[in-house]
């Protein structure tokens, strides 16, 4: 059998805030839940744990970075983050200026943060749809993104999305620069491979 993602539709005249969208994650902390910003709400089956342990490596790498280079702060895929367009969406890897973050108030920082990361990095499961992870990514850009990385392990390619930039596609990269958005960081893919 295999888990699909659940797109359950809401009425326009039944919208969650933010604090009730918050509270309905809490209640139900084993699903991985998504927000689009027409109000629907996602709900995705865990990774395999290929994809796990491939994430955990994706996310360590930005995270030892981070710890050296200190002028940001990193985020694992169980992160929500609400979006300029009330999207509530948990990037895979993401990477925000220091100094963005410090301006939220605790309360904030608290709850699925008022934020768009400044990085992200989204790993395709075998089960995601490519089509719809690039409109994901699309969106990401939209929402402030000023750079995103899609994985691709099955085609061993790296989409790289930035503003006002055309989709850049890489095949079979041994590594991928943060540059200039995360200055010194170099992905590597070996392990991700």
């Given at each position: 059998?295999?888990?699909?993602?659940?797109?359950?539709?809401?009425?326009?005249?039944?919208?969650?805030?933010?604090?009730?969208?918050?509270?309905?994650?809490?209640?139900?902390?084993?699903?991985?839940?998504?927000?689009?910003?027409?109000?629907?709400?996602?709900?995705?089956?865990?990774?395999?744990?290929?994809?796990?342990?491939?994430?955990?490596?994706?996310?360590?790498?930005?995270?030892?970075?981070?710890?050296?280079d200190k002028?940001?702060?990193?985020?694992?895929?169980?992160?929500?983050?609400?979006?300029?367009?009330?999207?509530?969406?948990?990037?895979?890897?993401?990477?925000?200026?220091?100094?963005?973050?410090?301006?939220?108030?605790?309360?904030?920082?608290?709850?699925?943060?008022?934020?768009?990361?400044?990085?992200?990095?989204?790993?395709?499961?075998?089960?995601?749809?490519?089509?719809?992870?690039?409109?994901?990514?699309?969106?990401?850009i939209k929402?402030?993104?000023?750079?995103?990385?899609?994985?691709?392990?099955?085609?061993?390619?790296?989409?790289?999305?930035?503003?006002?930039v055309p989709?850049?596609?890489?095949?079979?990269?041994?590594?991928?620069?943060?540059?200039?958005?995360?200055?010194?960081?170099?992905?590597?893919?070996?392990?991700?491979?």
């Amino acid at each position: 059998m295999t888990l699909s993602t659940l797109v359950v539709k809401m009425p326009s005249t039944f919208q969650m805030t933010d604090e009730q969208f918050f509270d309905f994650c809490q209640i139900n902390q084993d699903l991985r839940i998504e927000r689009t910003k027409t109000g629907d709400v996602i709900i995705m089956p865990p990774t395999g744990s290929e994809t796990g342990n491939r994430n955990g490596d994706l996310f360590g790498q930005l995270w030892i970075w981070t710890k050296k280079d200190k002028t940001g702060i990193t985020f694992d895929s169980s992160t929500g983050f609400t979006f300029p367009s009330g999207q509530t969406l948990s990037p895979d890897v993401s990477w925000i200026k220091l100094e963005r973050w410090n301006a939220l108030s605790p309360e904030e920082k608290d709850r699925f943060a008022p934020i768009c990361p400044d990085f992200v990095i989204e790993l395709r499961s075998p089960s995601d749809s490519l089509k719809l992870l690039k409109e994901k990514m699309q969106e990401y850009i939209k929402e402030g993104v000023k750079l995103g990385l899609l994985i691709d392990r099955k085609q061993r390619k790296v989409y790289i999305y930035r503003p006002e930039v055309p989709e850049e596609c890489l095949d079979n990269p041994a590594t991928v620069s943060g540059e200039p958005i995360l200055p010194g960081f170099v992905l590597e893919l070996s392990e991700i491979w």
